[in-house]
């Protein structure tokens, strides 16, 4: 069973949604599961990012944990962000059930495949001026 933090998270989960002008974008799988996870950041021309909102298909802990993710690296460089591991989230959600110990591992692959996305959309901007 889950923990109550993990079901209070589940229950209330933080930035669900799109974000408006997002310049990156991911979306990554559990092909086991079938678990999706998407994230959606801001970045500000200094590389901070202003804003991520998330959008989860899956279970509570799937769902807790992108909501984890997205509190973490908001407001932090994307550097920063790019550090963020699985093991941070597991701490903040407290203990999950064993089959679910994957989930903050997605959220982490999703955290680092957000950022690659920015990266590749700043490196087409600034080629294309
Ligand atoms: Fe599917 Fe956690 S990622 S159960």
């Given at each position: 069973?889950?923990?109550?933090?993990?079901?209070?998270?589940?229950?209330?989960?933080?930035?669900?949604?799109?974000?408006?002008?997002?310049?990156?974008?991911?979306?990554?799988?559990?092909?086991?599961?079938?678990?999706?996870?998407?994230?959606?950041?801001?970045?500000?021309?200094?590389?901070?990012?202003?804003?991520?909102?998330?959008?989860?298909?899956?279970c509570?802990a799937?769902?807790?944990?992108?909501?984890?993710?997205?509190?973490?690296?908001?407001?932090?460089?994307?550097?920063?962000?790019?550090?963020?591991?699985?093991?941070?989230?597991?701490?903040?959600?407290?203990?999950l059930p064993?089959e679910k110990n994957y989930c903050?591992?997605?959220?982490?692959?999703?955290?680092?495949?957000?950022?690659?996305?920015?990266?590749?959309?700043?490196?087409?901007?600034?080629?294309?001026?």
């Amino acid at each position: 069973m889950y923990n109550l933090k993990v079901l209070e998270i589940f229950k209330n989960p933080k930035n669900v949604g799109t974000v408006k002008g997002a310049n990156g974008v991911a979306k990554v799988e559990n092909n086991a599961c079938g678990d999706i996870m998407k994230i959606y950041i801001k970045v500000s021309e200094e590389g901070i990012i202003e804003d991520a909102k998330f959008k989860t298909y899956g279970c509570p802990a799937a769902i807790a944990s992108t909501s984890v993710a997205t509190e973490l690296i908001k407001g932090k460089t994307v550097e920063e962000a790019n550090l963020i591991s699985s093991e941070q989230i597991l701490q903040i959600l407290g203990e999950l059930p064993e089959e679910k110990n994957y989930c903050p591992i997605l959220a982490e692959e999703t955290i680092k495949a957000v950022i690659e996305d920015y990266y590749k959309k700043k490196e087409k901007e600034e080629k294309s001026i």
